[in-house]
Antibody, heavy 117, light 109 residues
Framework: EVQLVESGGGLVQPGGSLRLSCAVS????????MNWVRQAPGKGLEWISY????????YYADSVKGRFTISRDNAKSSLYLQMNTLRDEDTAVYYC??????????WGQGTLVTVSS | EIVLTQSPGTLSLSPGERATLSCRAS???????LAWYQQKPGQAPRLLIY???SRATGIPDRFSGSGSGTDFTLTISRLEPEDFAVYYC??????????FGQGTKVEIK
């Protein structure tokens, strides 16, 4: 069974930093591209970042470009999201998801990031 | 950026009825890279349909997807109690951002 488990969320002040992790099991992690997707409270889904299996291709949404950095460690079957210069509007549940058949499947359970003073 | 517009915003139906959800793209979605997800309160989204019309593993056959180009449809042939949820479409075109629609809530009438 494929499992994705996010961690690292919490309360952070505006301008602060946080690093999210996503531990993946049940698949050959190094074979798959990965995404980060977020969902603000009561709102819809927003794709924010993509990384290819070898880390050779990386994309970001404009809303996080220059502030967030996606990375992965294939030896540890882990995905990361370094979030800097956090803003109130970054408050959301952050999900990691495998890219499979040109879709996101499966998703982790999410980790809540709250940016507030 | 491709904008996806879902309609209606809310669909009020009874168990056993047919649900038809629409997802319209602002420009053509390449190779029908259009996916549908279901999300229940407090849960992560779950993939239902990929490639516009292929059911994901374990998804019941009452769920079907159709469409191409800019117009896509998710149909639930007979609503079961567990199908009342929010549904999102997402396009996975040739270049990012890979946008989602705003969602359609299917609620019990």
């Amino acid at each position: 069974e494929v499992q994705l488990v996010e961690s690292g969320g919490g309360l952070v002040q505006p301008g602060g930093s946080l690093r999210l992790s996503c531990a993946v099991s049940g698949i050959t992690f190094s074979s798959y591209s990965m995404n980060w997707v977020r969902q603000a409270p009561g709102k819809g889904l927003e794709w924010i970042s993509y990384i290819s299996s070898s880390s050779s291709t990386i994309y970001y949404a404009d809303s996080v470009k220059g502030r967030f950095t996606i990375s992965r460690d294939n030896a540890k079957s882990s995905l990361y999201l370094q979030m800097n210069t956090l803003r109130d509007e970054d408050t959301a549940v952050y999900y990691c998801a495998r890219v499979h058949r040109a879709a996101a499947d499966p998703w982790g359970q999410g980790t809540l990031v709250t940016v507030s003073s | 950026e491709i904008v996806l517009t879902q309609s209606p915003g809310t669909l009020s139906l009874s168990p056993g009825e047919r649900a038809t959800l629409s997802c319209r793209a602002s420009q053509s979605v390449s190779d029908s890279y259009l996916a549908w997800y279901q999300q229940k309160p407090g849960q992560a989204p779950r993939l239902l349909i990929y490639g516009a019309s292929s059911r994901a593993t374990g998804i019941p056959d009452r769920f079907s997807g159709s469409g191409s180009g800019t117009d896509f449809t998710l149909t639930i042939s007979r609503l079961e109690p567990e199908d009342f949820a929010v549904y999102y479409c997402q396009q996975y075109g040739s270049s990012p951002p890979w946008t989602f629609g705003q969602g359609t809530k299917v609620e019990i009438k």
